[in-house]
């Protein structure tokens, strides 16, 4: 059932996914709008903002997504026919320091989002079926793999193993019934770990490339054996909007980069491309130091995207190599504008 958004609603539109999503949705579709509802907290920046394409089909409102009586008046002033819910606490370290905002923010707050399109949807002003709440979710619910296990597809039993994983399979789980008890127009996709422009200098990707930057230790947790399955931002980007437009209410679709890599091979890549662009301050990997793993690491996420190929035609790309490549001299562009910009 294919979809034509128009007045676009996107939740935590300031921050590292978010932000990307709203440049690739204004450059790909001139006909749209956008209403970007950012709480701007550490994740969210203004200055992620800048330099839009065509800024004048985008309105920023600073808000809490957990504030009904706000997201009511979106809703209606916009006539609001799409919602892409990106708002969430995402940082698993902080998850176990401060649980409780996780799952105020990612549980409650979805919840809230869901009401309000139902009281706004159903009704004499709209036709449900035309619009769409695509929800973006995390491969961290599904738990852990170990080294021979399969990839996680969209059937996999849900095993959240941390406060924020846990929190999203809630959201999930709300998401869905939405849609089996009011028949709310949903889609969810549940994506892996991202990497590329404006991802917040907290993240593992970003504290490598700042810390060679600095020329400053490089923490690795463990034996810097976790393995991840990495997705080049846009990629992304692009899989989200092919769901909106394509994808069949109701679903959930995994969107993976197919390239599954170990922490300490990421840091040895990233300082072999600084090798190159910095020869001045190599080697590199010469920073690399081993830190105390943190609780509730787990080992392996990886993410079987044969669904999004089969039934949408989607697939990733870049491979890691070239989209790390593009990271990193977009961080070392960012740094010689102005060096503040990547300190966490």
């Not at 949408?312 to 790390?324: K, V």
């Amino acid at each position: 059932m294919e979809h034509t958004p128009r007045n676009v609603l996107v939740t935590g539109g300031a921050g590292f996914i978010g932000c990307n999503f709203v440049r690739h949705l204004l450059a790909s579709d001139p006909d749209l709008r956008i209403v970007n509802l950012d709480l701007l907290t550490y994740a969210g920046s203004l200055d992620h903002l800048r330099d839009l394409p065509d800024p004048a089909r985008h309105t920023f409102v600073q808000g809490d997504i957990g504030d009904r009586a706000l997201i009511d008046t979106l809703l209606r002033e916009h006539d609001i026919d799409t919602i892409v819910h990106f708002a969430a606490e995402s940082h698993v370290d902080r998850s176990i320091t401060g649980p409780a905002t996780f799952v105020q923010t990612n549980l409650v707050g979805t919840f809230t989002l869901l009401e309000a399109a139902r009281m706004a949807w159903f009704n004499d002003d709209h036709q449900a079926e035309q619009c769409r709440f695509h929800h973006i979710s995390t491969d961290e619910v599904y738990g852990t793999l170990q080294r021979d296990d399969p990839p996680f597809t969209e059937t996999t039993p849900y095993a959240p193993n941390s406060p924020y994983s846990a929190s999203k399979a809630g959201s999930d789980h709300l998401v869905r019934a939405y849609f089996h008890t009011y028949g709310l127009p949903v889609v969810t996709t549940n994506c892996s770990n991202n990497y590329g422009p404006f991802q917040h200098g907290e993240k593992f990707i970003p504290t490598v490339i700042r810390s060679c930057l600095q020329q400053k230790p490089i923490p690795v947790y463990g034996d810097g054996s976790n393995i991840r399955d990495w997705l080049y931002v846009e990629d992304h980007c692009r899989g989200i909007e092919t769901v909106i437009r394509r994808g069949r209410l109701g679903e959930t679709y995994n969107i993976g980069g197919c390239n599954e890599w170990a922490n300490i091979a990421i840091c040895r890549l990233i300082c072999q491309l600084l090798d190159e662009r910095r020869p001045q301050q190599a080697p590199h990997e010469r920073l690399i130091t081993f830190v105390t793993d943190r609780p509730g690491h787990d080992w392996r996420y990886a993410i079987d995207a044969a669904k999004m190929d089969r039934d949408l035609d989607w697939r990733p790309l870049e491979t890691f190599q070239t989209g790390l490549a593009k990271t990193v001299d977009w961080y070392l562009q960012r740094h010689a504008a102005d060096p503040a910009l990547i300190t966490a």
